[in-house]
């Protein structure tokens, strides 16, 4: 039976320690029917060495260098350029998804004839230490929902690649894909549908942007001003926003 093809996207930068538990988890997905395109970026460390690696082993991953650091955004923007599949995934390089992932959310495309699919996580330490709590997610979103919370991890999306070619990532100091994913679902009737299933396990690290919870928080600001969103409304989505965040990285702790 022919199947639709997904490209996955991973931004890699130095990330020789958790890069190959990432790719693992790509090559065991029960969605057969996917390349995985490794976009370095500008890598130091053994990153360039271990991708290779990967490229000469399965013959769906392609490793890709960038001409100069481009960061995350416009990593993924180079890779969705360079992608062959319908569809688009992203996964961070120190991420990883469970097996069923894109099968379970291609299921869930094809139920609900959606473009647009995010799925709930798990978490874990820096070494890998699974943590207790699961992110639920709603079963759709839509803009303004979103803009009370942002329920769709980036490492957890499939998304159909000619509505993504649509909104670039912009490589400016703000959270890139939520204000992406706000962007998109604010087009008339566009709502992103979830699996409530922790099929992303994401790595909590103490270095990472989101790491950062008060720089976090103006990035999250700077895309309701960017939206073009009144103060008032910048304002009571952001209180919204902060409450909603706070109360789950309570339960992180």
Same mark, same amino acid.
Request: hydrophobic share 40%; aromatic share 10%; net charge positive.
């Given at each position: 039976?022919?199947?639709?093809?997904?490209?996955?996207?991973?931004?890699?930068?130095?990330?020789?320690?958790?890069?190959?538990?990432?790719?693992?988890?790509?090559?065991?997905q029960?969605?057969?029917?996917?390349?995985?395109?490794?976009?370095?970026?500008g890598?130091?460390?053994?990153?360039?060495?271990?991708?290779?690696?990967? +490229?000469?082993?399965?013959?769906r991953?392609?490793?890709?260098?960038?001409?100069?650091?481009l960061?995350?955004?416009?990593?993924?923007?180079?890779?969705?350029? +360079?992608?062959?599949?319908?569809?688009?995934?992203?996964?961070?390089?120190?991420?990883?998804?469970?097996?069923?992932?894109?099968?379970k +959310?291609?299921?869930?495309?094809?139920?609900?004839?959606?473009?647009?699919?995010?799925?709930g996580?798990?978490?874990?330490d820096?070494?890998g230490?699974?943590? +207790?709590?699961?992110?639920?997610?709603?079963?759709?979103?839509?803009?303004?929902?979103?803009?009370?919370?942002?329920?769709?991890?980036?490492?957890?999306?499939?998304?159909?690649k000619?509505?993504?070619?649509?909104?670039?990532?912009?490589?400016?100091?703000?959270?890139?894909d939520f204000?992406?994913?706000?962007?998109?679902?604010?087009?008339?009737?566009?709502r992103?549908?979830?699996?409530?299933?922790?099929?992303?396990?994401?790595?909590?690290?103490?270095?990472?942007?989101?790491?950062?919870?008060?720089?976090?928080?103006?990035?999250?600001?700077?895309v309701?001003?960017?939206?073009?969103?009144?103060?008032?409304?910048?304002?009571?989505?952001?209180?919204?926003?902060?409450?909603?965040?706070?109360?789950?990285?309570?339960r992180?702790?």
């Open positions: 039976m022919k199947t639709e093809k997904i490209s996955i996207i991973m931004p890699a930068y130095n990330a020789e320690k958790y890069l190959m538990e990432a790719v693992q988890s790509v090559r065991a029960t969605w057969e029917d996917w390349e995985l395109l490794i976009i370095d970026d890598s130091t460390d053994s990153t360039a060495r271990l991708a290779a690696k990967c +490229q000469k082993e399965d013959a991953i392609r490793y890709i260098r960038n001409s100069s650091n960061g995350a955004a416009g990593s993924r923007n180079a890779g969705i350029r +360079q992608a062959s599949g319908q569809w688009l995934a992203f996964l961070d390089s120190d991420d990883r998804w469970e097996a069923e992932k894109l099968e +959310q291609m299921k869930t495309a094809k139920e609900k004839n959606a473009a647009f699919l995010y799925t996580s798990g978490f874990m820096e070494d230490g699974k943590k +207790q709590w699961v992110l639920n997610v709603p079963e759709t979103v839509g803009f303004r929902g979103l803009l009370k919370q942002n329920v769709i991890s980036c490492s957890s999306v499939l998304i159909r000619d509505w993504m070619r649509a909104f670039p990532e912009k490589q400016v100091p703000i959270h890139e204000a992406v994913w706000l962007e998109i679902l604010r087009e008339e009737g566009k992103a549908y979830g699996v409530n299933e922790p099929l992303l396990i994401y790595r909590i690290r103490s270095g990472s942007k989101s790491g950062n919870k008060r720089k976090a928080a103006a990035m999250t600001f700077r309701y001003r960017l939206l073009g969103l009144p103060l008032w409304k910048c304002v009571f989505c952001f209180v919204c926003y902060t409450w909603n965040g706070l109360r789950k990285y309570s992180l702790r």
